[in-house]
């Protein structure tokens, strides 16, 4: 449940880090009493905020665990510039798929900037068909809802602009290497740490709506994966050593994400290349017209692949996974 006092506590205490924020500041600034600001106060406790009080002084946060509650990301999400998406988030303690809720809200007519956000999943996705593994708490689970007035053609363009954007955004927080497999996988040191599910529901020449759904792998251990993925996915735990709490992962993927989506399509074409690893090889891609083997060249202006083959002819490739060399 989002309320307003919870995330204008929680803009205060996480832009003031370690100092302390008055109570009687945020009574007035919510137009509620400060008993009301206790109550708000003890319940952020309660859902695992370490928020200490010190008579005279008032509040401050002490470093936060990995609570994933929509208040926060509200609170601290940059404001949009123009154009840009209106994020709003909501949380679902479980859910089949959070790609479905987004959908079913899109069809209801939800506007541009939705984001649903589980804690598990019981029927997570990927592509293709494929199952996404979405146990409590260890994976960021995330949906947006997006509805570019682009034409059809260039609904792959979503896919590189937000695969950018998880790849940037995890670099950034964990300081290594995050690449990027041609569409849409997001690697670190040679495994998979995430990757996107774009979907879309599209007039003959218009999007109508995408959904873009996004799972990143937070604090698995080895163990937390089946023996058939050890060596193809890893976590930013096993890379890392680390625990990261997965709101900060999503509030700088969804700042990212933002600024990517309005900018020229040429400047995110040429920083997805530089991250690409599937560009300049030789592979072998199933498409939905058959199986085709070339050199990956580039992405031409609607984010498709551009795959040469030995006869010199480039054919460009929207949909498809690379199979192993
Ligand atoms: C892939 O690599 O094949 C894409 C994986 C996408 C998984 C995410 S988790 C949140 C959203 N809900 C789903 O059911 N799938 C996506």
Redesign the pocket.
């Known amino acids: 449940m989002t309320t307003a006092i919870d995330i204008l506590i929680l803009r205060a205490l996480f832009s003031n880090p370690s100092r302390y924020v008055s109570g009687e500041d945020l009574a007035t600034q919510a137009g509620v009493s400060r008993a009301a600001i206790w109550k708000h106060l003890d319940q952020l406790q309660k859902i695992g905020y370490p928020i200490e009080a010190q008579p005279h002084q008032g509040y401050r946060l002490l470093a936060p665990p990995d609570v994933w509650c929509a208040d926060e990301i509200a609170a601290r999400l940059p404001d949009p510039a123009p154009g840009e998406p209106n994020w709003r988030v909501l949380l679902f303690q479980e859910t089949a ?3 479905d809720l987004v959908w079913r809200e899109a069809q209801n007519g939800a506007q541009e900037g939705l984001v649903i956000i589980a804690e598990q ?1 019981s029927s ?4 293709q068909g ?1 199952q ?1 593994q ?1 146990c409590a708490k260890s994976g960021l ?3 947006a809802l997006l509805r570019p007035h682009w034409p059809l053609s260039q609904i792959t363009r979503l896919t590189i602009v937000s695969s950018l954007a998880v790849a940037e955004a995890v670099e950034k927080l964990c300081g290594k290497e995050v690449r990027i497999k041609w569409p ?2 997001v690697f670190m040191r040679g495994k998979k740490l995430g ?3 774009t979907e879309v529901q599209a007039d003959p020449e218009a999007i109508r709506f995408a959904v873009v ?3 990143l792998n937070v604090s698995q251990t080895k163990s937390d994966f089946p023996d058939a993925l050890h060596a193809i996915a890893t976590s930013l735990k096993i890379e890392t050593g680390h625990d990261y709490r997965r709101a900060d992962l999503l509030i700088a993927i969804l700042g990212t994400m933002q600024r990517h989506y309005r900018e020229p399509f040429e400047v995110v074409r040429q920083a997805w290349s530089e991250r690409c690893f599937s560009l300049g090889q030789t592979i072998s891609v199933r498409t939905p017209a058959g199986q085709l083997v070339g050199q990956a060249v580039g992405l031409d202006e609607n984010g498709a692949l551009l795959l040469r083959a030995e006869s010199g002819r480039i054919t460009p490739i929207t949909a498809g996974d690379i199979l192993p060399a």
């Open positions: 798929s959070t790609n999943q997570g996705r990927g592509r494929r996404w979405s689970y995330a949906s849409n996988d990757g996107i599910l759904g996004i799972g």
